[in-house]
Structure formats: structure tokens, C-alpha cells
């Protein structure tokens, strides 16, 4: 991202420091205006600021020493004064030559932070290659007057990066230099340079100053019931007086009556009015806090063309070397995103870019033959929506095609074809985005190992957002990320467990609801209800968090939904509060990661409030699970069942193969280990405590044939069962299998219906003894 300091600022850094950050500034509108060239070579603006820019970057490499930066950037000036002449034309050959020099000038801006022994000869040849060939597109001119053409180019030592600016430059050659984005600003209070632990420290502040002033607001409303307390007692006193008039009395309990009665009104006046002053001292605190936290909020955010500067020259470059025409629209550029969230998003957006320039858009001969323009289009959008960031990458290719991928999810094994068959356009495509999972057969250096879209869904869980897909046959395929806006402050929905309240993401959650316990069934010692026609497991937030359970719950059980497409479980909180924006407050890093939870918050009552990480929750269940420790819920108590699960090894080369078995057993109540291959199981099952082994055919090292014999033969391992599941159905693989000691084979398609659990009930019974 391009930074602007101004002059107090620029007094702390060394001359290196100043003239990396003009070397960043000044590169990328050199890289902005060479894309723009290729597109129109005879655009007249373009050459204009490109000069600018390599004429300002030698004027600063000279004012540091850096001799050979010096040259790269004159070299690139006479490139772009002879094509404003004219007298050169800068095709993509040339376009070529240039990015080669502005790449390298960012090196050598960078070098003398690096070890200038190892370097100096290499990059000294490199600059003498560039040099030649920028002197081959203006070979009709004499580009070298001025600078030396060796091999032996001087290199700057670190220590003349430290000295200050040269009163005046006294060279020769010296030209004024162009103003840069230094001295550019003309108001040097415009901008202040601030470090990220800076701003951090002063939102947390301004969020601690919002919410120091809601803490007025039930204090004015204890003032008003105090209003209402005076007026309740000034009715009495008249009641009082009313009775004490039909009885004769002294006229001196009338005229104490009279008194205090003026003295309640008197009262009651004086509160009125401080209750005015406090309601409106608490509006204008609550607005002017506000105010403030809105103001440093603001201060993290950048606009959305900072962070996707690189992705232009990225995708020119991948285009041409595909052999690829494709242009890429960035829209929204100005669209204000948190600093934080747009440094996380650089790398999936790279990806889903990548993806799109590979899968999405055809080749040339293609597209011309589809009737579409032959440059293809890959658009980038950010906007805001409904107070969520929307980022969009779609492409104008072909499409995905649904039934290649349904034959690809079930070639892969994740589904039975009978339920691929059912799957619905949205749920297909969630597929996508499986670890290990491509619709390609072959690996390029590009696309094809099935990690760049698991990278995307992390990133973009991580950031407490979601991603959809869409396609459509020969119109394209769209990628939207639905983002929070900022980081620091979090919509959540709020909980009471133990008794303390606790606040979990909303975009982490499924959905909340509350359950008749009459709507609770056991199934193989666990408690579940139906959504659908998905069973969701209940669990006691209680026991994950290690507080003490309530000694009943009420007949409606307060259920909050976690998990992902595949698994999810059914947390029973005590209370369901409500939704609450809240800010969130690091932890100290000295306490290091606690066990489910991701940050801190301090509510309008200045309590605080943990809220809890879902993903850490997910973990600590499987934990659960695994060490039959987890506790079972009977209507409105709770019983705690110690009962031990059966565990099973999986082995399978496949992690996809294993993590589908793993979550099947796991949701029919077992306990599953996984192993990468056959030696990997072998060691396994001699140090673990296994009721059955489930095991592929065709593995590296050690195969299943030879496991199933190993654990046959070992007098302490051959009681265990076997199972073989495997791609193979011949009756002669079978035969082989079963003669090796297996107890049980069966072919991958089957496992994912009943049979592969019916096998396992078949072997050892159900999950819990």
C-alpha cells in the first residue's frame, strides 16, 4: 500500500527508509501507467506521468547514492521521452523490458537491507543485461550520455543511507526534480503517521469512552424512578392529610403537614431539573463519544485500491503467459475496507483471481468460436451492503459445469450418487471448496492441487464472513465474499451460561431456538433434535466451558446452533439475550490462547463479557467425544454418563477419503483416529486401544493387504476386527482381502449410506458399551 508521511515524520526516518517509501509510490504508478499503455500505445497521458515518475525516482536514487538505481530509472526515461517523440513504439516486447526495470528497480531499493557480497555481482549483471535492452528499444538514440555501461556497478553502503538531504545537488547532469508525494503535500499537518499499535491502543480507548458514557444512561433512569418515588410519596402525604382533615386536630400537625408537603414539591422540583440537566448531558456525552469511536474507527480504514495494487501487473502477466487475452475491472476502488481485514484478503483474492484467469476464461480461438469478444473480462468489485462488506470476482468464461462436478464429487468418493443426484446448485458448489478437491486432472504451477479455494474458505471464516457461488453455462461464474466491515467491532449474539454472560459471533451461527424438551430424543446415548431431515447432537455450553450446570433447565431449552455444512451441534445455554454490537478488546498476549475464547467486550454497564471463539468450541466437542467424557441431557437434568466409545483407526492415503469416514463415524457416536498410509496405521494400532481398523487397498510404504495380515498374526492385535474399504470390487480383490484376515470388505461407494455403519454395528456393536 503507498504511504504519505508528512515533514515531522519524514525527520524520524533515515534516507533509505524515505526513499523505499518513494520507490513503492512511484513504481506503482509506473505499473499503472504501462498497463494502461499496452492497452492504448498511443494515449499521450500515460507517457506523461510515466516520465514523471522515472524522472522523480532518479532525482531520489541520486540523492541517496544508489548509482545503479540511477541508471535503471534514466534508461526508462529516455525509453518514454523517445515514445513520446515518437520515435519509438512500445509494444508489448517493450512493455515486457519496462516491467523487467521496474521490478528490479524495487530490488535495488531494497538491497542494501540484504547481504551486498552475495549480491552485488549478480544484480550488477542484471542491471548491465536490463541496461542493454532498454537501450535495444531506443537504439536510434544515444541513451547511455551521462552513465557508465560495465559490468561493475557500484553499489551504496548502508551508512549512506543514514546522512541528511544535500543542501543543494550540484551534478552536472542535475535536473529539478518533479514532485513526488512528499512534497506534494502542501498542508504538512494534512496527514500524521501513526503505527498500527498506535491506532490500536486509541480505539480501544474510544471504545472504552462509549461505552464509560452509556453507563449514564440506567443511572438517569434510577433518577427518574426516584422521580416517581417522590411522587408516589407526595400522594401519600395528600392521602394523609385528606384523613387528618375529618379529625380534629392541632393546627400545628396541619401546618407541619403543609410544610413537608411544600418541601416534597420543592423536592420533587430540584430532581426535575438536575434530571433534565443529567438526560441531556447523557445524549450529548453518548453522541460525542460516538462520535469519536466512528472518527478513530475511520482512521483504519483504507480504500479498497490500496490493497489490490499488484493484481493489475499479476494478471497481465498470467494472461500472457497462458497465451490469454483477458483485461481485469477493479470496481469500488475507493470503497473504505479495514486495514486489517484488506491485508488478510490480498492472498485469497489472489487466488480466486488466479483461479478465475485459469478455469474461467478460454483462450482466444475459443471465445471467437463461442461468438464472444476475444479479450475476456475478469471483474473485481467491493462495495457496502446492509452494514456488510460485499467482494466480488466474477469472470465472463464458460461456466461450471454442474454435471462435471457432481461426476467429480462422486468419482472422489464424498457422496453416494444417489445424494449427489439431490444435491441443489448451491450446495454442488460448496464442494468447491473441500481441501484437496479440483475439478482439474492435472497440476500446472497455476491451478490444480485443490488448495488455493480451501485457502480462500479459511481466510474468509477466520474473517467472520461468508462466501457464495453462482455459475451460469457460458456466462461465467461469480465468487461473492460477504466480509464485516471492520474488525473491531462485532455483531454477536449474547448468552447466559453459568450465570455469566457470554457473546457468540453471529455470522459463526446457524441459527438460536428455543426447544420443547418434549422435542429431545436419545439415539445411541446422545440427545439430538431434528431439523429438517438433519439430526443436530445437543451439548451443555456448561461442560465446554467448565462452569457449573444449572441444577434444571426450563422445559424450553435455549439452543444455539454451531458447526459447519456437514456437522453441527446444538449448544444449550441457559438464556438466550439477544443480538449486541460490541467492541472487541484484545486479550493480553501474555495469557496466550485460552481454550474457546477469541476476545473480550465490555457491555453498556460497563460488565465485561468473553466471547467465545466456535471454531476452538468445535474442537473441544471432538475432544469430548473422543475421551466418551461428554455429558448427556435428559430433559430438565442433566446426567453424566461415563460411559467409554468404541474407537475406530481409519487408514487411507486420501485425506479427503479420511476426513468424510471420520466424520461419519464420529456423527453415528464413535470415536475415529485417521492414518496416511498402511505403516502409518501399523504404528498406530500397536500403541492405541482400537475396537476396529478401517483400511484402504493401494497405499504408499505399506498397503491394506499387508496391514490386515500384520495385525492378524500378531498375537496382541489379531482379535481386532478388520474392515476393508476400497475402490476395488472384483470378486478376486474381495477373495484376496477376506483371505488376509480381513472381517469385512466393501467398496468406497458404499460408505456413504447406511451399509459401511451397519458393517461397523455388525462388527463391535454400537458406539457406547
Known amino acids: 500500500m503507498s504511504k504519505d508521511f508528512n515533514s515531522k515524520d519524514l525527520s524520524r526516518l533515515s534516507m533509505l527508509e524515505i526513499f523505499q517509501v518513494e520507490t513503492e509510490n512511484q513504481t506503482n504508478i509506473l505499473t499503472t501507467g504501462l498497463l494502461e499503455l499496452e492497452r492504448n500505445p498511443t494515449a499521450a497521458l500515460p507517457l506523461e506521468s510515466l516520465m514523471r515518475a522515472a524522472h522523480s525516482l532518479k532525482g531520489a536514487a541520486r540523492i541517496v547514492n544508489l548509482k545503479a538505481a540511477v541508471q535503471v530509472a534514466h534508461a526508462m526515461e529516455d525509453c518514454f521521452v523517445a515514445a513520446q517523440k515518437g520515435n519509438i513504439y512500445l509494444a508489448k516486447e517493450g512493455i515486457d523490458v519496462l516491467f523487467k526495470a521496474v521490478d528490479l528497480f524495487l530490488r535495488l531499493s531494497k538491497l542494501p537491507e540484504q547481504d551486498q557480497a552475495i549480491k552485488k555481482t549478480v544484480v550488477s549483471g542484471e542491471i548491465t543485461a536490463l541496461l542493454s535492452d532498454l537501450g535495444g528499444l531506443i537504439q536510434h538514440q544515444n541513451f547511455s550520455e551521462g552513465r557508465e555501461m560495465t559490468g561493475n556497478v557500484s553499489l551504496p553502503s548502508a551508512s549512506n543511507h543514514q546522512q541528511n538531504f544535500p543542501s543543494s545537488l550540484k551534478s552536472a547532469d542535475s535536473e529539478a526534480i518533479a514532485p513526488t508525494p512528499f512534497n506534494r503535500i502542501q498542508n504538512p499537518e494534512r496527514v500524521l503517521r501513526l503505527t498500527a499499535e498506535n491506532l490500536n491502543r486509541l480505539l480501544g480507548l474510544a471504545g472504552e469512552s462509549l461505552v464509560e458514557s452509556r453507563w449514564l444512561h440506567p443511572f438517569a433512569e434510577s433518577m427518574r424512578r426516584l422521580k416517581r418515588l417522590q411522587s408516589e410519596l407526595g400522594e401519600s402525604l395528600d392521602g394523609l392529610r385528606e384523613t387528618l382533615g375529618a379529625y380534629e386536630t392541632s393546627e400545628r400537625v396541619g401546618d407541619q403537614m403543609g410544610q413537608a408537603l411544600d418541601r416534597l414539591i420543592e423536592c420533587r422540583q430540584f430532581l426535575s431539573d438536575r434530571l433534565g440537566d443529567l438526560e441531556m448531558f447523557d445524549r450529548r456525552s453518548t453522541s460525542l463519544s460516538h462520535r469519536l469511536y466512528l472518527e478513530v474507527l475511520q482512521c483504519r480504514m483504507r480504500p479498497f485500491g490500496e490493497g489490490v495494487q499488484r493484481f493489475p501487473r499479476m494478471m497481465r502477466d498470467l494472461a500472457h503467459s497462458l497465451g490469454k487475452e483477458v483485461k481485469l475491472e477493479v470496481i469500488g476502488e475507493h470503497t473504505q475496507v479495514d486495514r486489517d481485514i484488506l491485508e488478510k484478503l490480498e492472498t485469497p483474492l489472489a487466488h480466486l483471481l488466479r483461479n478465475a484467469m485459469d478455469h474461467g476464461c478460454e483462450m482466444p480461438e475459443k471465445r471467437r468460436a463461442a461468438g464472444k469478444p476475444v479479450e475476456g473480462t475478469i471483474r473485481l468489485e467491493a462495495r457496502h451492503s446492509s452494514g456488510m462488506l460485499m467482494v466480488i470476482i466474477a469472470d465472463d468464461g464458460p461456466g461450471i459445469s454442474l454435471n462435471d462436478l457432481r461426476e467429480r464429487v462422486v468419482e472422489k468418493s464424498l457422496v453416494a450418487r444417489d445424494v449427489a443426484n439431490k444435491l441443489s446448485e448451491a450446495e454442488l458448489l460448496q ?23 480451501d485457502v480462500v474458505q479459511n481466510t474468509v471464516k477466520n474473517l467472520r464472513g461468508t462466501i457464495r457461488i453462482s455459475t451460469q453455462p457460458n456466462k461465467g461464474t461469480r465468487f461473492q465474499l460477504q466480509l464485516p466491515l471492520t474488525l473491531s467491532v462485532i455483531r454477536t449474539l449474547l448468552v447466559r451460561i453459568g450465570g455469566e454472560s457470554y457473546g457468540l459471533p453471529l455470522s459463526q451461527i446457524t441459527r438460536a431456538l428455543k426447544l420443547p424438551s418434549s422435542k429431545v430424543e436419545r439415539l445411541q446415548g446422545r440427545h439430538y433434535f431434528t431439523v429438517g431431515d438433519q439430526q443436530i447432537s445437543l451439548v451443555t455450553a456448561h461442560q465446554l466451558l467448565e462452569c457449573a450446570p444449572p441444577n434444571s433447565f426450563d422445559d424450553q431449552l435455549s ?211
Open 559 to 769: 439452543i444455539v446452533v454451531i458447526g459447519d455444512r456437514t456437522t453441527k451441534y446444538g449448544l444449550v445455554v441457559e438464556a438466550l439475550l439477544g443480538e449486541r454490537e460490541l467492541v472487541v478488546q484484545p486479550l493480553d498476549q501474555r495469557l496466550g490462547k485460552i481454550k474457546d475464547v477469541a476476545a473480550g467486550a465490555v457491555m453498556e454497564d460497563g460488565s465485561p463479557v468473553l466471547i467465545l471463539d466456535t471454531e476452538d468450541l468445535m474442537r473441544s466437542l471432538e475432544k469430548l467425544i473422543g475421551a466418551g467424557e461428554l455429558n448427556s441431557i435428559q430433559n430438565s437434568t442433566i446426567e453424566i454418563e461415563n460411559k467409554r466409545i468404541k474407537r475406530i483407526l481409519a487408514v487411507d492415503d486420501s485425506m479427503t477419503v479420511l476426513e468424510v469416514e471420520r466424520r461419519l463415524l464420529m456423527n453415528h457416536g464413535y470415536f475415529a483416529d485417521i492414518a496416511v498410509d498402511g505403516m502409518d496405521g501399523w504404528n498406530a494400532v500397536r500403541n492405541g486401544d482400537y475396537d476396529l481398523v478401517i483400511t484402504d487397498v493401494d497405499m504408499p510404504r505399506m498397503d491394506g493387504i499387508e496391514l490386515a495380515t500384520l495385525i492378524k498374526k500378531d498375537p496382541l492385535l489379531k482379535s481386532i476386527p478388520v474392515m476393508i474399504v476400497s475402490y476395488k470390487d472384483r470378486e478376486e480383490d474381495r477373495l484376496r482381502g477376506l483371505e488376509a484376515g480381513a472381517d469385512y470388505y466393501l467398496t468406497k461407494g458404499s460408505f456413504h449410506d447406511k451399509t459401511l455403519i451397519h458393517a461397523v454395528v455388525d462388527l463391535i456393536g454400537k458406539a457406547e458399551e
Open 431 to 453: 464442494f468447491l471448496l473441500l481441501p484437496g478437491f479440483s475439478m482439474k486432472d492435472t497440476v500446472t504451477e497455476i491451478s490444480g492441487r485443490g488448495v488455493g479455494l
